[in-house]
Structures are given as C-alpha cells and as structure tokens.
C-alpha cells in the first residue's frame, strides 16, 4: 500500500474514499469493498489534526487500511489554509487534479469544504460535470442504532468490547512493542508480556481483558491487565500486559497486536502475590472460556488474517 501524507501528488483514474476514518468501522469498510469492486485502485483520502486523538493511532490506522484492501493511503493534517478551502475548490483540486477521481465513495453524513458548505448531495449533484460518479451510502445499523465513531468511542470508555468488536469487525486493539517489565510474573510462575502503550489513543477502562494477540502472522489467545499493578509496591506507569497461553518465545523488543475482546473485571490490588497468581489462574480460566466461545463464532477479522 501507498501512504501519502502531503498534497503533492498525482494519480489518475481511481475509486475515493473520503472521510475521517476514525477506528475504520464496518460502515467504513463498506466504503472501501464497494470502491474495489470498480476495478480501479482504492484511494482512502483521510484527514487528522496536528495532535491526533483517536480510536487508533496513525500508525495503527495504517495497518487497518491496508488490510482492508486500500491501495493508496492519502493523511493529510488540517491546516487553516485546508479549513479555508471551499467546497469547489477542493473538488477541482483535490479530487480531480489529483486524485484523479472516477469514482467517489461518502457517507450520507459527509460533509467538506470551507464551513462544511460541500455535501454528499452535491457531490453527486455536480459529479458528472468533472467526470465523475458519486456512490452515497446511508448509515448502518446495529442494535437498531447507527454505526458511527462517535458511538464505538462511547463504547470503549464502557468496556462494552465485545460491541465495539461487532461495530469494527476487526476488534479493538492495541500495538506497541514489547518491553521488559519488572520480572514478578516470572516469580509467581506467570510470565507476561508488556507492552508500550501508544500516546493519543483511546483507551478502555483498567482492568482485565480476554484478548488475542497476534505475532508473526499467527494469533494467540491470553488474559491482559490494562492498568498500573496496583499490588506491586512503587509507582507504576499505566500499561498493558499480557500472560499468552501455551507460548514460550522470546520476543522482547518486537512489535506485537493485542486485541481486547472482553471486559471480565476492574484492575484490583491485592494483599499479597499469592492472591495475585491465584486471581490470575482464575481470570486465565475465564478468558479461555470466552476466547473459545468467540473463535468458534469466528466473526472477527484480524490485521494479517
């Protein structure tokens, strides 16, 4: 995939997606599927603020592009002379000088353009005279509400993951890279994984989570602590870490996936870390129940699956 993050650039003849894209949602993916069934390369034209705060960040959006079938990812940060852009303008510009648009792909909802003056109505109004066709979907729907950033963000801040997973169809995650932590699993018998969490990110609650973890093109299944181990004595900084099921590999330093399916309980302190090991073989117990059950269903799509 081709990532492209300034306005100088050229391309002719492509199918556009436009908006902002935020977590990549099932409504956003439909975008992208209709786009590849024109035959013509996928164009995702995305925009982000210079302090970006979102469901994912950049660099994780840009995995979830590409695996979504984008061919040309376009970031682009609002500056006040893009703000101040109008409408028109940015349809003669941007989707016709440089985007090369055939085909336009937008949400009911889409709005652009100096004071959001442009529409998906006009888009499609004024499309034929700069050659070409506007594709404009209505909202899905699930659980009788409409699938929308704005609601998967609501549900995050809830630990409702696994809607968040039923909105996205890839599941929330979180990719960082592997660090060494301060070695007490290893004396309780429970080695684990921790990773960096990554700044600008939405965050679920602290807490433990049923997750799957993907490293090396392959995913495992675990138990994650989101959180500051509040029973280790010191001050410790919020992160995640992970006890994988039935692996043994050394793979510190690595970037890895961890996807959060499942909310089972708050991050708790405890009086000693024998309650910790045996809280923690119980919350293991729990998270292979929930896993199995979610792997049979099967619904999910992964980055690299």
């Known amino acids: ?47 982000q603020m210079d302090q970006p705060t979102g469901i994912y960040t950049p660099e994780e959006k840009v995995l979830l592009a590409e695996s979504a079938g984008v061919d040309i990812l376009i970031t682009i940060t609002v500056t006040e002379e893009f703000m101040h852009m109008s ?22 909802d889409f709005a652009f353009g100096y004071q959001r003056s442009g529409t ?46 039923e909105l996205m169809a890839t599941p929330y995650f979180i990719r960082g890279q592997v660090v060494s932590g301060n070695q007490i699993g290893r004396t309780i018998d ?36 989101l959180g500051t181990k509040p029973t280790i004595s010191g001050q410790n900084p919020l992160g995640l870490e992970i006890s ?18 499942y909310y089972i309980r708050p991050e708790e302190k405890f009086d000693s870390l024998e309650e910790l090991r045996m809280q923690i073989e119980a919350d293991q117990m729990i998270a292979e129940d929930i896993l199995a059950e979610q792997e049979t269903e099967g619904s999910y799509i992964f980055l690299n699956k």
Request: proline residues 4%; contains cysteine.
């Open 190 to 225: 429970v080695p684990t994984a921790n990773i960096l969490l990554p700044e600008g990110k939405i965050l679920p609650p602290q807490g433990v989570y049923a997750v799957f973890l993907e490293h090396g093109g392959k995913v495992f299944k675990g138990v994650g602590n």
């Open 1 to 47: 995939m081709e990532i492209i993050r300034s306005l100088d650039f050229n391309l002719n003849k492509t199918a556009v997606c436009i908006g902002k894209f935020d977590g990549i949602h099932k409504g956003h993916r439909l975008l992208i599927q209709k786009a590849r069934e024109t035959g013509l390369p996928v164009v995702m034209f995305t925009f």
């Open 87 to 108: 409408a028109y303008d940015f349809i003669d510009d941007i989707l016709c000088s440089r985007c090369g648009a055939r085909e336009v792909f937008v949400g009911e």
């Open 244 to 261: 994988i099921f039935d692996f043994h590999e050394d793979i510190y330093g690595e970037e890895i996936t961890v996807y959060l399916t």
């Open 120 to 165: 998906a109505a006009m888009l499609k109004a004024v499309g034929p005279q700069y050659g070409f066709v506007t594709n404009v979907f209505p909202k899905l729907r699930v659980e009788d509400k409409e699938v929308s950033s704005t609601r998967i963000r609501g549900e995050i801040s809830q630990g409702n993951m696994e809607l968040v997973g």
